[in-house]
């Protein structure tokens, strides 16, 4: 694909994003680092405005249109928080948001999209495609259609979380990054091999949707059955054509892990860091804390991609709760 994403798109990226996108926190765990045997950092993007790394690429996307193009509206299809970050986004723009978002999405993040002033239409994702109805959404209203991940802006606006995470942590022998569509890997994996070649990227998603990790083995994107999981942000069947491209290049592995895992790295980050992370945003610390990364270098970096979760969600996904233990 001609098309492609650079260190120095990521660092406009972060620019045009200083002062506007939160430069969310680099967490550190004792427990974390003893149970895994490494140093941990974890970037906590369920800090990030509207709750996920999202607000990062759908900002820069739109802050890249031309003043008649933001003047018209914008366009996507979201399972949530590219819906949020985009509506958000557009409200900061003054401008608007049409998104499709697949009819058994979370309420609280079709409330949270709605509530930043955007248009939520509504297909069912195990028969609709989304890509086909986005476009001609897009071309029926004459709006700048600007997809979750298949998009270089949005990916070069996702690299500045892991950009902002190499800069205050330094130099890590590892990075394990939460994969959907595969706009946040890639532009991570753009970021990171840009400041240090030899780092090792890793991609995470639930097993029950490998399709990255079938194409990337396969060397040609891969579709599988749109997966059934809790982790809904990553419920993906095919990687994107320009994410793909990208990931091929400069991912080094990918990671499963199973839905009981990821409730456990939810519950380890409750119970030990006090913070809340939704299953899709805990995918990575899943992957270090059931051993699924492989042999760990002394220092390794991890994204927590993002808390959009609301309370009774949460409490019925960690359930059966276990007695609560301090800090570590």
């Not at 194409?215 to 793909?244: K, N, W, Y």
């Not at 290049?249 to 030990?272: K, P, Q």
């Amino acid at each position: 694909m001609s098309v492609t994403v650079t260190p120095a798109d990521v660092r406009d990226a972060a620019a045009r994003l200083s002062g506007v996108a939160h430069r969310t926190p680099v967490l550190r765990s004792r427990t974390l680092d003893e149970l895994v045997g490494t140093e941990v950092h974890l970037k906590a993007e369920n800090f990030q405005r509207m709750g996920a790394f999202k607000f990062r690429g759908a900002y820069y996307a739109l802050s890249r249109l031309t003043p008649a193009q933001r003047a018209r509206g914008v366009a996507s299809f979201s399972s949530g928080n590219h819906a949020q970050a985009l509506a958000l986004a557009a409200r900061e723009f003054g401008t608007t948001a049409v998104i499709l978002m697949p009819a058994d999405t979370p309420a609280s993040k079709r409330a949270a999209a709605e509530g930043y002033g955007a248009e939520i239409l509504t297909y069912d994702r195990y028969t609709g495609d989304r890509v086909a109805l986005g476009a001609a959404l897009a071309a029926e209203r004459g709006l700048a259609l600007i997809p979750p991940y298949e998009h270089p802006d949005v990916i070069a606006g996702q690299g500045t979380a892991a950009l902002e995470l190499l800069e205050e942590a330094g130099e890590l022998g590892a990075l394990l990054v939460p994969v959907g569509g595969g706009g946040l890997l890639a532009g991570s994996a753009t970021a990171a091999k840009g400041l240090h070649p030899g780092i090792r990227v890793i991609g995470v998603e639930p097993e029950a949707g490998d399709d990255t990790r079938r194409s990337l083995a396969a060397g040609r994107r891969v579709a599988v059955p749109v997966p059934r999981t809790i982790a809904d942000g990553q419920a993906a069947d095919i990687p994107g054509e320009l994410t793909f491209s990208v990931n091929l290049r400069l991912v080094d592995d990918i990671a499963l892990v199973s839905d009981d895992e990821i409730r456990e790295a939810m519950r380890f980050a409750f119970e030990r860091m006090r913070i809340v992370v939704e299953p899709s945003g805990a995918t990575a610390l899943a992957a270090l804390l059931a051993g699924r990364a492989g042999p760990l270098p002394d220092r390794v970096g991890l994204i927590l991609s993002g808390g959009n979760i609301d309370a009774a969600r949460f409490a019925e996904l960690i359930h059966p709760a276990r007695e609560a233990t301090t800090v570590g």
